[in-house]
């Protein structure tokens, strides 16, 4: 009979971050919410942009908890060059789907919508201040903006389809 590691190479991978998760639970719910939300946007989000999605500041003493735990991965931008010099905030890649299982559908719709929302408002700045000339250097920066984002934002289209995949018609439940 085989055992369960000869089954599943990720089984001490995924014991451990049930472990780490079960832990953390217990000493700060809050701050699986920021893991669970880190986890729908796969493309990472820099410190003030967070702060826009979280409504405040209070992510940043969640975030040290995460760190603490090795569930929250910051570097320092370096290759966009509209964001150098800002600390992103991501999930190690693996992390990201396990962090979305965590949600039921009603906080999973409510964490979409929070990225969605987001992300609309930096897609709505783009599109209205498209075809003016002098503005010029203004949509160059936020074309390289929407490169930043384009992770996340196909993140959340992927989300829609998954979602209406497993529950059906998505008009009234993500989208």
Same mark, same amino acid.
Do not use: P, Y
């Given at each position: 009979m085989q055992n369960l590691h000869e089954l599943n190479p990720n089984f001490s991978l995924? @014991?451990?971050?049930? =472990?780490?998760?079960?832990?953390?639970? %217990?000493? #700060?719910e809050k701050a699986i919410e920021l893991f669970c939300l880190l986890g729908l946007l796969p493309g990472g989000i820099t410190e003030n942009d967070l702060t826009v999605v979280w409504g405040n500041e209070e992510w940043v003493v969640l975030s040290e908890h995460l760190r603490n735990a090795s569930l929250l991965v910051?570097? $320092?931008? =370096?290759?966009?060059? $509209?964001? $150098?010099?800002q600390r992103k905030y991501s999930l190690l890649p693996f992390m990201n789907k396990y962090a979305e299982a965590l949600l039921n559908s009603f906080e999973l719709k409510r964490e979409h919508e929070r *990225? @969605?929302?987001f992300l609309f408002s930096i897609?709505? %700045?783009?599109?209205n201040d498209s075809g003016v000339e002098e503005k010029r250097q203004e949509q160059d920066r936020l074309r390289m903006l929407l490169l930043d984002y384009e =992770? #996340?934002?196909?993140s959340c289209i992927y %989300?829609? *389809?998954d979602f209406n995949k497993k529950y059906g018609n998505v008009d009234s439940k993500i989208a």
């Open positions: 995924k @014991v451990s971050l049930d =472990t780490s998760i079960a832990h953390m639970k %217990r000493e #700060n910051e570097k $320092i931008e =370096t290759q966009n060059i $509209i964001s $150098i010099g *990225c @969605v929302s897609l709505k %700045r783009l599109f =992770t #996340n934002i196909w %989300r829609v *389809c």
